[in-house]
């Protein structure tokens, strides 16, 4: 089955919303359906945010790390019941179009609510990676992981003591992470390498707030690990874990100079996107690693370290 998007589920939705709205709005009233009536300040509706979510720019894991747990399905279910049969009709049309073939008229409106349900739930899995996610996904690559075990963990105590060593408490290591995936990547020289990410592809598959925070405070992209490697059509071998050393804008481009601290095999991260809360489109096989970008995640890359190698 394929696995749906909220961004999709919302342009499935889009005609029988809000009465056709503007997309954020859009996006604003399927919250207010599924979230329960007691916790609709948990939504801190942004009209950018909410464009980027329905057109899938921006991933819902801040969002969903609010309000998962608050969720009400039998709400949701209710307020798409009461559409008409052309509408349901064509919304099970829709969702058979995913691979949901239990999507019919009569229980389309509960197979929208169970699947809205599940979207959140596994975003604010993504934001919150927890050890019984990294042991389930060790389980599905044991061989690649098996490899981390050996090596990597030891990796998260060497980056932990290289941030607190180099920045203390201004540290951000144990909250987020930066990704580089850069078309043609050299190999380091001595353990050292730079790359330069267009102003435009500046971070893509990140959430607007963390956005927004780096880029009012730009040198704090020196306080978290970066993980960087080639992108995966130029069959790379390893994911380089590393400390940026120099970190400059210039014009329309942004320049990285980073540092080595480690490595791990580039199967054991592309076996574990879920993990590592990176995007990938299990129905396309495309995702973050096809394309040269830069990334913040919301994610303790020492804690992902850790929960794969235990």
């Known amino acids: 089955m394929s696995k749906l998007t909220f961004s999709e589920l919302a342009k499935i939705l889009r005609t029988y919303v809000s009465n056709n709205s503007a997309q954020p709005k859009i996006v604003l009233e399927i919250i207010k359906q599924i979230v329960d009536d007691k916790s609709q300040d948990l939504i801190e509706y942004n009209e950018n945010t909410f464009k980027n979510y329905y057109s899938g720019k921006s991933r819902i894991t801040r969002l969903a790390n609010r309000i998962?747990?608050?969720?009400?399905?039998?709400?949701?279910?209710?307020?798409?019941?009461?559409?008409?049969?052309?509408?349901?009709?064509?919304?099970?049309?829709?969702?058979?179009?995913?691979?949901?073939?239990?999507?019919?008229?009569?229980?389309?409106?509960?197979?929208?609510?169970?699947?809205?349900?599940?979207?959140?739930?596994?975003?604010?899995?993504?934001?919150?990676?927890?050890?019984?996610?990294?042991?389930?996904?060790?389980?599905?690559?044991?061989?690649?992981?098996?490899?981390?075990?050996?090596?990597?963990?030891?990796?998260?105590?060497?980056?932990?003591?290289?941030?607190?060593?180099?920045?203390?408490?201004?540290?951000?290591?144990?909250?987020?992470?930066?990704?580089?995936?850069?078309?043609?990547?050299k190999n380091p020289i001595n353990g050292q390498g730079m790359v330069s990410i267009s102003n435009d592809r500046k971070f893509e598959y990140t959430d607007d707030s963390i956005k927004d925070y780096f880029l009012t405070n730009p040198l704090k992209m020196k306080t978290i690990p970066l993980l960087i490697c080639t992108e995966k059509q130029d069959n790379p071998t390893n994911v380089y874990c590393c400390e940026i050393t120099n970190y400059s804008d210039r014009g329309n481009w942004t320049h990285i100079q980073y540092k080595v601290i480690g490595q791990f095999s580039y199967q054991m991260f592309d076996e574990n996107y879920a993990v590592f809360g990176v995007f990938n489109d299990p129905r396309s096989g495309w995702g973050e690693n096809n394309r040269t970008h830069l990334a913040i995640m919301g994610n303790s890359l020492l804690q992902i370290l850790r929960d794969l190698g235990d």
């Open 68 to 185: 998962s747990g608050h969720l009400d399905q039998t709400k949701f279910d209710s307020y798409l019941s009461k559409l008409d049969y052309g509408a349901l009709t064509s919304i099970s049309n829709s969702l058979k179009k995913y691979g949901i073939d239990d999507a019919r008229p009569g229980t389309v409106s509960t197979v929208c609510a169970k699947e809205l349900v599940k979207i959140i739930d596994d975003a604010a899995k993504r934001q919150n990676v927890s050890k019984s996610v990294g042991k389930t996904a060790k389980k599905t690559s044991s061989s690649s992981t098996q490899g981390l075990s050996d090596v990597d963990s030891s990796l998260s105590d060497k980056i932990e003591k290289r941030f607190r060593q180099l920045y203390g408490e201004e540290s951000l290591a144990d909250i987020y992470y930066s990704l580089i995936i850069s078309y043609g990547l």
